[in-house]
T-cell receptor
Framework: TQLLEQSPQFLSIQEGENLTVYCNSS?????LQWYRQEPGEGPVLLVT?????EVKKLKRLTFQFGDARKDSSLHITAAQPGDTGLYLC???????????FGAGTRLTVKP | NAGVMQNPRHLVRRRGQEARLRCSPM?????VYWYRQLPEEGLKFMVY????????ESGMPKERFSAEFPKEGPSILRIQQVVRGDSAAYFC??????????????FGPGTRLTVL
């Protein structure tokens, strides 16, 4: 079983602040995805990272895949209340057809 | 709306009753996944199905839970003799080409099951 640990579990910040959340595992993944889930809705894919060391940017969000493909981080610059939600990482193993999700980081951005 | 559809969105059952959750994948997708999410937690994989086949049910409780994805119609997650601990949000996802590194699972809005 590939266990994904996300930290912090909860994060509450003021609008305009920067933040980083982490997704760590002892397993190597062929790819890793980040999702955002808002209350009452299903998760929505933000990004897929595939190559070790890869960095992808999506407006104010920067995603990095660790060199060893075991971990990832999500950095948000100048957070806004609209960024509030549950951020989930999901890793895909080399031998599996399914993905395993972390427990998520619940972000609250206060205006 | 060509997205993943789930119904009902909310389901209330009394202990001992059966719950049936339905999922219609995105058009053209023949791979369906079911996940369970408890309050304040992430998603827990339950089962992966293709049309008429269960591919991986390693996350399914051994008793009372079953899933199917018939040739025609939606995928069904069935929970028999529900207990209070079954109360959760159940999400369905579908994908087009599973097993590739860039495969994307598209999620439905979920069914929120409450067992009284």
């Amino acid at each position: 079983t590939q266990l994904l640990e996300q930290s912090p579990q909860f994060l509450s910040i003021q609008e305009g602040e920067n933040l980083t959340v982490y997704c760590n595992s002892s397993s190597v993944f062929s790819s890793l995805q980040w999702y955002r889930q808002e209350p009452g809705e299903g998760p929505v894919l933000l990004v897929t990272v595939v190559t070790g060391g890869e960095v992808k940017k999506l407006k104010r969000l920067t995603f990095q895949f660790g060199d060893a493909r075991k971990d990832s981080s999500l950095h948000i610059t100048a957070a806004q209340p609209g960024d509030t939600g549950l951020y989930l990482c999901a890793g895909r193993g080399y031998n599996n057809n399914d993905m395993r999700f972390g427990a998520g980081t619940r972000l609250t951005v206060k205006p | 709306n060509a997205g993943v559809m789930q119904n009902p969105r909310h389901l209330v059952r009394r202990r001992g009753q059966e719950a049936r959750l339905r999922c219609s994948p995105m058009k053209g997708h023949s791979h369906v996944y079911w996940y369970r999410q408890l309050p304040e937690e992430g998603l827990k994989f339950m089962v992966y199905l293709q049309k008429e086949n269960i591919i991986d049910e390693s996350g399914m409780p051994k008793e009372r839970f079953s899933a199917e994805f018939p040739k025609e119609g939606p995928s069904i997650l069935r929970i028999q003799q529900v207990v209070r601990g079954d109360s959760a949000a159940y999400f369905c996802a579908s994908s087009l080409i599973p097993g590739t590194v860039t495969d994307t699972q598209y999620f439905g809005p979920g069914t929120r099951l409450t067992v009284l």
